[in-house]
């Protein structure tokens, strides 16, 4: 569903250039749900960019469904790490919801059935009529949540969602996640630098370098697929694949040696 290849991205600065991604590859099969873990600055939301058509990778190539991404894909859709500035306040929570769909050229009776089951989805059926300054940080975050699914995307992508709600809305938006990505049968993308988060939601967790950047790891996360905040977190295996998650991201500081070490387990 969606190839990664040899993917670099170079910005040119005034005092020198800043080399974000140096050569990631990896490809998500469809219906895959993969995290993608790495240290602040490594250049993830710089990959969704490129990945959303947004922006112009320096080399590489970014194909979605084979057909190479030039500009934003029709069948995608993007949930922005900084959910407030991503509603419109002046729209109501079903406008916002719709709005994307107009793009669509759809009927205005299919967008509010989109809208109704989205909303619904998300257990905000009841606020569509409310301001997104109206609601919580958390409900906000799932008006944008129920806007991207409104959209029928193939695949998602999710840029570090639940950075700025707190622990017991994460867990709950977590397990929405996994319930509409099965139910939706989407492809799904979600970065995080939260370690623990990436092994509860993935069925594979890629490990990004730090600057510049590769793709260290390509972790498959063999936990059993009904997942449970509290007995899934306290399984041995889940302490494991953590260990081994947080070991990688520490050593992570010389992409070249963790290349080496790559190419060294691969043979
Ligand atoms: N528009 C830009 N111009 C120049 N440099 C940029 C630009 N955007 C990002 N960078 C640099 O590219 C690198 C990767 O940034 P990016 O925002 O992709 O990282 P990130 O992994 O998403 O970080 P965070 O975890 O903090 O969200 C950083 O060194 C950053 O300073
Ligand atoms: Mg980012």
């Known amino acids: 569903m969606l190839d990664v290849t040899g993917l670099q991205k170079i910005y040119p600065g005034q005092h020198g250039d800043v080399e974000a991604l140096r050569d ?6 469809d219906g895959e749900l993969a995290c993608l873990v790495g240290p602040s600055g490594c250049g993830k939301t710089t990959l969704l960019k490129c990945i959303a058509g947004l922006m112009r990778p ?3 190539s970014v194909e979605l469904a ?3 991404v030039t500009g934003p894909p029709r069948d995608m859709a993007v949930v922005f790490q900084e959910y407030g500035r991503s509603l419109f306040p002046w729209l109501r929570v079903r406008d916002n919801v ?16 989109l ?11 009841k606020s569509a009529g409310a301001y997104p ?8 975050q799932r008006v944008a949540i129920a806007r991207a699914i409104a959209y029928e995307p193939r695949v998602l992508l999710m840029d570090e969602p639940f ?21 939706f049968s989407m492809t799904v993308l979600f970065v995080t630098h939260d370690i623990d988060e990436a092994v509860y ?19 498959a996360i063999d936990l059993p697929d009904e997942r449970d905040q509290i007995s899934t977190r306290g399984e041995h295996r889940f302490a494991e694949l953590r260990t081994r998650i947080y070991a990688e991201i520490r050593n992570a500081s010389q992409p070249q040696e963790a290349g080496k070490q790559q190419a060294a387990a691969a043979e």
Do not use: N, Y
């Open 58 to 60: 320096t080399s590489g």
């Open 163 to 183: 950075a700025a709600v707190d622990a017991q809305t994460r867990a709950d938006l977590e397990d929405l996640i996994r319930t509409l990505w099965k139910r």
């Open 66 to 68: 084979g057909e190479q």
């Open 115 to 125: 809208s109704d089951e989205a909303l619904d989805a998300v257990g905000l059926l």
């Open 133 to 140: 300054w109206q609601l919580s940080g958390g409900m906000q």
């Open 201 to 219: 939601l993935g069925q594979r967790v890629l490990v990004m370098s730090s600057s510049p950047t590769i793709i260290q790891d390509d972790v």
């Open 24 to 29: 990631l590859t990896f490809h998500l099969g």
């Open 98 to 113: 719709e709005l994307p769909l107009k793009e669509k050229r759809l009927s205005k009776a299919r967008r509010r059935e």
